[in-house]
């Protein structure tokens, strides 16, 4: 490489663009269909173009990979599926010189079966105080200790041989941590120094609102408060301590934190613990410019008193692909309603997304691309026995499922499996190709020429606080600093507003220069 390294600001966090990267499926380097950090490292000059600063790998360590690698057998080990630990150091290096930083992905719920303090546990060892061991109720112990039921659909407990029952709140082979066992605090920050010493610059935290359970691991009631394993207050002092081992390292958090209370979300970014969260309400909500325009405001407002910045989130490994749902009559997203066979228009999606990636660009805060969003790949439909995801198979085949975000990633288009390496874990769906980067690349219509050039112009916006601007019903505008972002969601075009130039815009304007329905504009003030 040779190039001096870019200097790199304390306060990238504050703004970057983050790039999630979900190995499996990104590029695929040894050509044995499931993607791996070799293959990463051959595109960092793809993410380098992109123009993104810094990459968020879903985890890549050791793992039976029966949630897609959120089962973690040992959190300082790469699977080998992926590569090595050596790799992993390699590519947080390689990408740091070209500018770029890494955020590793900590999961402090659960561990996998696999895990040496489970199996320990199982043996009937002191390691099942690191777990949630009960005996069952009923006459003979037959009932599980508590009626609490898993993410995944199904009871969250299971039994085992020698009739005592374990708690976990995904799958069964993903056993819940006990934290209030100082051991368990005590790894974690061990598990923290590890990756902060290899140079990453950030950690996502995995289902940060459910570590913490009630000891007493009593029935759920609705409407109980607390809650017995959501939001809990010990949770803070754990957050806390990982805090202070982040500011060794100038390292940062940002925190999967699903809560519909704002107030209660807001106590995660206090100044003394995670840096940020994911912002669900503006990923989840539908396209309908009076709610997005809520949503804004409502993240802004929550934020701005414990100067925590925003982040923007349209999509992730968990949930539809954004130009699939942006077709569909209900725009919005939900996990109680995902369904086989949901009709979509991906033409309107794609006119959406593409306005929506300018929306969510021109916020103040940080934005999240998922990987496959640059090239607007609609949501696949997965054979149904080449299903991997537990969420399929526990919710009785109801829910198909999230491996149709997940497939493979199409790069160049005359190449087998679109070049993503060899036969893909998951299948991609027939046309796949036609969403290669390489094909993408030279067209400057395309969704990645998008990308790209909005996040080459975003600087524009600086670091400027958004002020709204007067618009027609359906049509959202605001500026910050002396750029102006317009999007349009409503049926008659919208004029634009006085400016010097146009920086950029999500589809064409009408022949009277006014914004159409569902497009977007960036202009300069
Ligand atoms: C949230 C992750 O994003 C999801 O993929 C995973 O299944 C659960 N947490 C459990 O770790």
């Known amino acids: 490489m040779g190039q001096p390294t870019p200097a790199l600001n304390d306060d990238w966090w504050r703004s970057a663009v983050i790039y999630q990267v979900y190995v499996r499926s990104f590029a695929d380097g040894d050509g044995d ?41 040992d959190y300082r080990a790469i699977d080998p599926a992926f590569g090595t630990l050596a790799e992993a150091e390699k590519l947080i290096a390689e990408a740091r010189e070209l500018g770029i930083r890494t955020i590793v992905d900590i999961v402090p719920n659960h561990v996998s079966d696999q895990h040496p303090w489970f199996r320990a546990a199982l043996t009937g060892g002191p390691e099942r105080e690191l777990f949630h061991f009960r005996p069952g109720r009923g006459e003979h112990g037959e009932l599980p200790p508590n009626d609490w039921r898993s993410e995944f659909g199904g009871p969250a407990w299971t039994r085992l041989p020698d009739g005592d029952w374990y708690l976990h709140l995904f799958a069964p082979e993903q056993p819940d941590l006990n934290w209030a066992h100082p051991a368990v605090r ?149 996990f109680a309603t995902k369904a086989f066979g949901t009709p979509t228009d991906l033409t309107l999606g794609t006119r959406r997304a593409r306005a929506a990636a300018l929306l969510s660009l ?33 919710s009785g085949g109801v829910d198909p499922g999230r491996d149709g975000c997940r497939v493979p990633l199409p790069w160049t288009a005359g190449a087998p499996h679109a070049g993503f390496g060899g036969e893909p874990w998951l299948p ?56 102006l972002c317009l999007v349009n969601l409503a049926d008659p075009p919208a004029g634009l507003p006085a400016h010097t130039s146009l920086l950029l815009a999500s589809g064409p304007l009408d022949p009277d220069g006014r914004l159409p329905k569902d497009t977007a504009v960036w202009l300069r003030a």
């Open 362 to 394: 021109a916020l103040p805060g940080a934005v999240y691309v998922y990987q496959g969003e640059e090239l607007g790949l609609p949501e696949a439909d997965i054979p149904l026995d080449r299903i991997e995801d537990p969420m399929h198979a526990r």
């Open 428 to 483: 991609q769906p027939a046309g796949w190709a036609s969403y290669a980067a390489d094909r993408q690349e030279t067209d400057p219509g395309s969704m990645l020429t998008l990308y790209r050039e909005a996040i080459r112009l975003r600087p524009a916006f600086g670091d400027a606080p958004l002020t709204w601007l007067p618009a027609p019903d359906g049509v959202l505008a605001f500026t910050r600093a002396d750029a």
């Open 186 to 334: 005590q790894e974690h920050e061990d598990i923290l120094r590890f990756w902060f010493e290899r140079g990453v610059a950030g950690v996502r935290i995995d289902s940060a609102a459910l570590p913490a359970k009630d000891p007493r691991l009593p029935d759920f009631t609705a409407g109980r408060d607390p809650h017995p394993y959501v939001d809990r207050d010990e949770l803070h002092d754990v957050y806390r301590g990982w805090r202070a081992v982040a500011d060794e390292y100038g390292g940062v958090f940002v925190g999967e934190v699903w809560l519909p209370d704002t107030e209660r979300f807001a106590r995660y970014l206090r100044p003394d613990e995670l840096h940020t969260a994911f912002n669900f309400s503006f990923m989840t909500c539908p396209w309908h410019a009076a709610r997005l325009r809520t949503s804004i405001e409502d993240t802004l407002a929550e934020h701005a008193p414990i100067g925590a910045p925003a982040t923007w989130v349209l999509c992730n490994h968990d949930v539809t692909r954004t130009v699939t749902r942006y077709g569909r009559a209900d725009t919005g997203f939900d």
């Open 33 to 73: 269909g499931t993607g791996d950090l070799a293959g990463v490292r051959a595109r960092l000059p793809y993410l380098a173009e992109l123009g993104v600063d810094a990459l968020w790998f879903n985890p890549w360590y050791l793992s039976p990979m029966k949630d897609g690698g959120y089962d973690v057998a």
